[in-house]
């Protein structure tokens, strides 16, 4: 079955405490994102990765690092989470054609974060 | 700055009719793809509709169909036959050339048994 599997998907954590929020595709997708979404904004995008090694910063990237070591594999890495972190995180993967992502997006379920 | 705006935060429709939510973007592009997604209670993203800016036929999944309007930088989704399983909320994203998605806010749809 095609899908994005991210673990965990609740957490409650505490301040100052790393965490790694792991991302997983089995598409063969090129493209991968991480989003945070938060009540009225809707989705804003944290990182993204249009292939292996290559990542860039999406609109609110500050307090995030991400890594693409592999093409299935995107994990998020708060270093040193905050309360203003506390959110709803999605990890998705994108459908390629040949000349890049179109912008279909395969979504995980969801990790839902609390710093305290 | 390319911008997406949803209009409506919440929606209601009595089950069996048809609602339409609304969509406005902005962008200087000429080539580019929309897309309505919906978001159920269980929270997983799904797509529910695309649409390629070059196209000008209206693209139409079973009972979803947009109304694309290029010009007015508009994009609707109309919902035939609304069913209980349709409450979501509904996110509108625009892909630039660049690759970004671009969200709206979200509009929620309540059914009406």
């Known amino acids: 079955e095609a899908q994005v599997t991210q673990n965990p998907r609740y957490l409650i954590t505490v301040t100052g405490k790393k965490l790694t929020v792991t991302c997983s595709q089995n598409?063969?997708?090129?493209?991968m994102s991480w989003y945070r979404q938060d009540p009225g904004l809707g989705l804003r995008q944290i990182y993204y990765?249009?292939?292996?090694?290559?990542?860039d910063k999406g609109d609110v990237p500050e307090g995030y690092k991400v890594s693409r070591k592999e093409k299935r594999n995107f994990p998020l890495i708060l270093e040193s989470p905050s309360p203003n972190q506390t959110s709803l995180y999605f990890c998705?993967?994108?459908?390629?054609?040949?000349?890049?992502?179109?912008?279909?997006?395969?979504f995980g379920e969801g990790s839902r974060l609390t710093v305290l | 700055a390319q911008t997406v705006t949803q209009s409506q935060p919440e929606m209601s429709v009595q089950e069996a009719e048809t609602v339409t939510l609304s969509c406005t973007y902005d962008t200087s592009e000429s080539d580019y793809y929309l897309f309505w997604y919906k978001q159920p209670p269980s929270r997983q993203m799904i797509l529910v509709i695309r649409?390629?800016?070059?196209k000008q036929q209206n693209a139409t999944e079973n009972r979803f169909s947009v109304n694309f309007q290029k010009a007015a930088k508009s994009f609707s989704l109309k919902i035939s036959d609304s069913q209980l399983g349709d409450a979501a909320m509904y996110f509108c994203?625009?892909?630039?050339?660049?690759?970004?998605?671009?969200w709206g806010a979200g509009t929620k749809l309540i059914i009406k048994p």
């Open positions: 649409q390629e800016a070059y």
């Open positions: 998705a993967s994108g459908r390629d054609t040949g000349t890049g992502y179109t912008g279909e997006l395969f």
């Open positions: 994203a625009y892909r630039s050339p660049h690759y970004q998605l671009i």
């Open positions: 598409m063969n997708h090129e493209y």
């Open positions: 990765s249009m292939n292996v090694e290559v990542t």
